[in-house]
T-cell receptor, first 114, second 109 residues
């Protein structure tokens, strides 16, 4: 079975632009969570999607939004990029909402905002 | 105050040494606890779960003290390959992992 895959691996954007990051969940996993990891910090929870609905959100502004598709893949969209949005964005999938069964991280997308 | 706090280090120790990491958490409703390992520019990977009864996996021992809201990780006979950042993690609200800042460990030959 394939693991969690994220694309692109690296990205450079200009302040004010919009970006879309993509995540394919592990086969059979219906829950996807997104995290932001700034340099020298631990990952911070952005939000979680379960069966195409947002199922919890961390302390991030509305310009961070997401989608989950019927095949459980997911997108993270960030509008009006700021320099502080530069970070590693991690996606994790799990077998079921509310549990950590098979909780697996992708290798991340490194976003640089200039 | 951060929900999960760790000493950021860095810890530099010689090969073969014993290393201890400590972590505290502030949300008593946290359900489960873990240690993750993260290599440079890679994703975090689960190292081990942490239980009140303590658990051991080879050279690694983890312990949870719910009364003190304290978590520990002990690495015995450290290897060069143990060099990484170790993240203390709490599972909260049935949906999110709350990570500490991470402690960077370097094992020196």
């Amino acid at each position: 079975e394939t693991g969690v895959t994220q694309s692109p691996t690296h990205l450079i954007k200009t302040r004010g632009q919009q970006v879309t990051l993509r995540c394919s969940s592990q086969s059979g996993h219906n829950t996807v969570s997104w995290y932001q990891q700034a340099l020298g910090q631990g990952p911070q929870f952005i939000f979680q999607y379960y069966r195409e609905e947002e199922n919890g959100r961390g302390n991030f502004p509305p310009r961070f939004s997401g989608l989950q598709f019927p095949n459980y893949s997911s997108e993270l969209n960030v509008n009006a990029l700021e320099l502080d949005d530069s970070a590693l964005y991690l996606c994790a999938s799990s077998l079921e909402q509310g549990h950590l069964w098979g909780y697996t991280f992708g290798s991340g997308t490194r976003l640089t905002v200039v | 105050r951060k929900e999960v706090e760790q000493d950021p280090g860095p810890f530099n120790v010689p090969e073969g040494a014993t290393v201890a990491f400590n972590c505290t958490y502030s949300n008593s409703a946290s359900q489960s606890f873990f240690w993750y390992r993260q290599d440079c520019r890679k994703e975090p990977k689960l190292l081990m779960s942490v239980y009140s009864s303590g658990n051991e996996d080879g050279r690694f021992t983890a312990q949870l003290n719910r009364a003190s809201q304290y978590i520990s990780l002990l690495i015995r006979d450290s290897k060069l390959s143990d060099s990484a950042t170790y993240l203390c993690v709490a599972f909260q609200g049935a949906q999110k992992l709350v990570f500490g800042q991470g402690t960077r460990l370097t094992i020196n030959p």
